[in-house]
C-alpha cells in the first residue's frame, strides 16, 4: 500500500526523470556536433569538445528545452488519455 508521501513525490520523480532524460540527449548532441567539427576542422580532441560544450548558456537552455518538452508532452498525454 502506498503512502501519501509517496504519491506526492512521484510526480516529481517523473518529471526529473523525464527532464534528465532530455537534457542527456541534448548534451549527447552538442558533443557529437561539437566533437564533429573540432575534430575535423582543427585536430582537437573528446576533451576539447566536452570543454567548450558546458557552458552556463547551454546549461540554461538545456534546462529550459527539457521543462518546455515535459508540459508539452504530459499536456498532450492528458488530452489523448
Known sequence: MKTSK???SAPILKAAIVMGFIIFLFYS???MREFTRSNS???KGLIFAIEDIFSA???VIAIISALTVYVV???LRKKLL
Open 6 to 8: 509517496q504519491n506526492k
Open 29 to 31: 548532441n552538442l558533443l
Open 41 to 43: 576542422a582543427q585536430g
Open 57 to 59: 548558456t547551454n546549461f
Open 73 to 75: 508532452f504530459e499536456k
